[in-house]
């Protein structure tokens, strides 16, 4: 009986070995749960936390300077230097009457030394260290904002794809609704040949027809399983992911409002810490001018036997005062930190005009996306329409077959615009919220902010035919009272 299970199993590993599962069983997400896993899990994002964890421990180093600094040394040396050898025997305190006699003092013999020393310092005013902790906290944040703006650009990647999948997901169905229609029209025309009323070349071209839609609803499904994996890179897997079809819940809001959340991106912020940093830079070059007070001591044994023994001990404590009183350098750097301070203030201010220039063309461009989508789905009516009648003057031999895939031909690229101008639109909602640096906190908190909104939602009809609805509930002339909330 065991060995028929040991059997079964590693049949069954064979067969999935050998057939891998197909990208149709994917994990299915939402996209919120995408988001949440991709924070946690990105490559890119786990690189570079580490990196942000590297920096902080500069603040650990900087304020270490203010602590204690011990340190123990060694030294084994032989030596028959006059000078090195009267000190040596100094310090071992075997120092006798003999040793002043002249041959001794100018031809010493060969003396070793064992010496041992600790050795203590201790900072007790030093604004350069203080400056130097200040400018280390100040790096660390730079680093948290531009960490939480790479977060915010991977919820931007995220979307990205999810809509990617819903759009590779439409059009593998306009794809095989296009196959459904050329299959018909293939009955149509051999219906026709067979009853005497249409020619052998119809039914070709018909065949063709249906041989072309069976290539492109193909490549919509090899289009679709790309876009899977593509989602599943971006989480940290090499298994492809579904995603749930739901809205993304991005909502139009007043362009006053992605104005004012806009000022406050990371981007923004790590500019003004660079400011800051700049500033505490410039501090820490003057610092240079200011003294530096500190105590020490050491203690020490020397033996010319062997090491660790004490023939003589010695020890000395005392305080320092450091104080750079001329360095000609010192100007020169001060005026380069003031330079570094102004280069940085003026990349904020550019930066600042910067972000509301890409707020406001995102905002402008949903507008135009929103027309184009309203043109497209006008485009798919008329298509569809004309190719009713089209089909219908073809069954009763007053239009050619050419007429018919031709117009054929049209609706299935009225279908493909209308699918390219939805994802359109929904990309450049998710780039003006990305731009206003709110995107994954709206997709993951779903804030509405209390305010009136205007917002973008598409549903699919009974046909399964994608319509847009653009409902507006934002009223233009709103009041005082909107615009408090809004700020």
Same mark, same amino acid.
């Given at each position: 009986?065991? /060995?028929? &299970? &040991?059997?079964?199993? @590693?049949?069954?590993?064979?067969?999935?070995?050998?057939?891998?599962?197909?990208?149709?069983?994917?994990? =299915?997400? =939402?996209?919120?749960?995408?988001?949440?896993?991709?924070?946690?899990?990105?490559?890119?994002? +786990?690189?570079?936390?580490?990196?942000?964890?590297?920096?902080?421990?500069?603040? %650990?180093?900087?304020?270490?300077?203010?602590?204690?600094?011990?340190?123990?040394?060694?030294?084994?040396?032989?030596?028959?230097?006059? *000078?090195?050898?009267?000190?040596?025997? @100094?310090?071992?305190?075997?120092?006798?009457?003999?040793?002043?006699?002249?041959?001794?003092?100018?031809?010493?013999?060969?003396?070793?030394?064992?010496? *041992?020393? $600790?050795?203590?310092?201790?900072?007790?005013?030093?604004?350069?260290?203080?400056?130097?902790?200040?400018?280390?906290?100040?790096?660390?944040?730079?680093?948290?904002?531009?960490?939480?703006?790479?977060?915010?650009?991977? /919820?931007?990647?995220?979307?990205?794809?999810?809509?990617?999948?819903? *759009?590779?997901?439409?059009?593998?169905?306009?794809?095989?609704?296009?196959?459904?229609?050329?299959?018909?029209?293939?009955?149509?025309?051999?219906?026709?040949?067979?009853?005497?009323?249409?020619?052998?070349?119809?039914?070709?071209?018909?065949?063709?027809?249906?041989?072309?839609?069976?290539?492109?609803?193909?490549?919509?499904?090899?289009?679709?399983?790309?876009?899977?994996?593509?989602?599943?890179?971006?989480?940290?897997? =090499?298994?492809?992911?579904?995603?749930?079809?739901?809205?993304?819940?991005?909502?139009?809001?007043?362009?006053?409002?992605?104005?004012?959340?806009?000022?406050?991106?990371?981007? &923004?912020?790590?500019?003004?810490?660079? #400011?800051?940093?700049?500033?505490?830079?410039?501090?820490?070059?003057?610092?240079?001018?200011?003294?530096?007070?500190?105590?020490?001591?050491?203690?020490? &044994?020397?033996?010319?036997?062997?090491?660790?023994?004490?023939?003589?001990?010695?020890?000395?404590?005392? /305080?320092?005062?450091?104080?750079?009183?001329?360095?000609?350098?010192?100007?020169?750097?001060?005026?380069?930190?003031?330079?570094?301070?102004?280069?940085?203030?003026?990349?904020?201010?550019?930066?600042?005009?910067? #972000?509301?220039?890409?707020?406001?063309?995102?905002?402008?461009?949903?507008?135009? +996306?929103?027309?184009?989508?309203?043109?497209?789905? /006008?485009?798919?009516?008329?298509?569809?329409?004309?190719?009713?009648?089209?089909? @219908?003057?073809?069954?009763?031999?007053?239009?050619? #077959?050419?007429? @018919?895939?031709?117009?054929?031909?049209?609706?299935?690229? %009225?279908?493909?615009?209308? $699918?390219?101008?939805?994802?359109?639109?929904?990309?450049?909602?998710?780039?003006?919220?990305?731009?206003?640096? $709110?995107?994954?906190?709206?997709?993951?908190?779903?804030?509405?902010?209390?305010?009136?909104?205007?917002?973008?939602?598409?549903?699919?009809?009974?046909?399964?035919?994608?319509?847009?609805?653009?409902?507006?509930?934002?009223?233009?002339?709103?009041?005082?009272?909107?615009?408090?909330?809004?700020?």
């Amino acid at each position: 009986m065991r /060995a028929k &299970i &040991i059997i079964s199993l @590693l049949i069954a590993f064979t067969v999935f070995s050998l057939f891998p599962v197909h990208s149709s069983y994917a994990q =299915t997400l =939402t996209l919120k749960e995408a988001i949440e896993i991709a924070l946690k899990e990105n490559p890119s994002l +786990k690189a570079y936390s580490w990196r942000l964890k590297g920096v902080k421990e500069e603040r %650990a180093i900087a304020a270490s300077h203010r602590l204690p600094s011990i340190r123990l040394e060694h030294r084994i040396s032989k030596t028959d230097n006059p *000078t090195y050898a009267f000190m040596a025997k @100094l310090n071992q305190e075997r120092f006798t009457q003999q040793d002043f006699a002249i041959d001794s003092l100018n031809s010493p013999a060969p003396i070793g030394d064992f010496q *041992t020393s $600790i050795r203590l310092s201790l900072p007790l005013y030093a604004p350069r260290i203080s400056i130097g902790i200040e400018l280390a906290e100040g790096k660390g944040k730079a680093e948290e904002a531009l960490f939480r703006e790479r977060e915010e650009r991977t /919820a931007l990647e995220v979307l990205k794809a999810y809509l990617s999948i819903r *759009t590779a997901k439409a059009y593998l169905e306009a794809a095989e609704k296009g196959l459904q229609d050329a299959t018909e029209h293939r009955k149509i025309a051999e219906s026709r040949y067979r009853n005497g009323l249409g020619l052998y070349s119809d039914l070709l071209r018909t065949e063709v027809a249906v041989k072309k839609m069976e290539m492109e609803v193909e490549r919509a499904r090899s289009g679709l399983d790309i876009a899977k994996y593509g989602l599943g890179l971006l989480l940290g897997r =090499t298994d492809p992911v579904d995603v749930k079809d739901e809205s993304a819940g991005l909502n139009l809001n007043p362009v006053e409002f992605f104005m004012n959340a806009s000022m406050k991106k990371e981007e &923004i912020k790590y500019m003004k810490t660079q #400011v800051g940093n700049a500033e505490r830079f410039l501090r820490l070059q003057k610092a240079a001018l200011l003294p530096e007070i500190g105590i020490g001591g050491s203690y020490q &044994i020397n033996d010319h036997r062997s090491p660790l023994r004490a023939e003589g001990e010695s020890y000395m404590v005392g /305080a320092f005062l450091r104080w750079n009183i001329l360095d000609p350098t010192i100007p020169a750097k001060i005026r380069k930190a003031e330079a570094g301070v102004n280069e940085a203030s003026a990349a904020l201010e550019g930066l600042k005009k910067a #972000v509301r220039f890409r707020v406001i063309k995102a905002y402008r461009q949903i507008e135009e +996306k929103k027309k184009n989508l309203q043109r497209a789905e /006008a485009s798919v009516k008329e298509a569809e329409e004309a190719l009713r009648l089209v089909r @219908l003057r073809y069954k009763n031999s007053l239009a050619p #077959v050419v007429d @018919l895939l031709d117009t054929e031909a049209l609706l299935q690229k %009225a279908r493909a615009e209308r $699918i390219k101008a939805e994802n359109d639109l929904q990309m450049a909602l998710a780039e003006l919220y990305y731009q206003s640096g $709110i995107l994954r906190e709206s997709i993951l908190d779903k804030r509405t902010d209390g305010i009136k909104t205007r917002y973008f939602q598409f549903d699919r009809d009974s046909k399964g035919v994608s319509s847009y609805h653009a409902l507006m509930i934002w009223e233009k002339n709103r009041d005082m009272e909107t615009k408090e909330e809004i700020q």
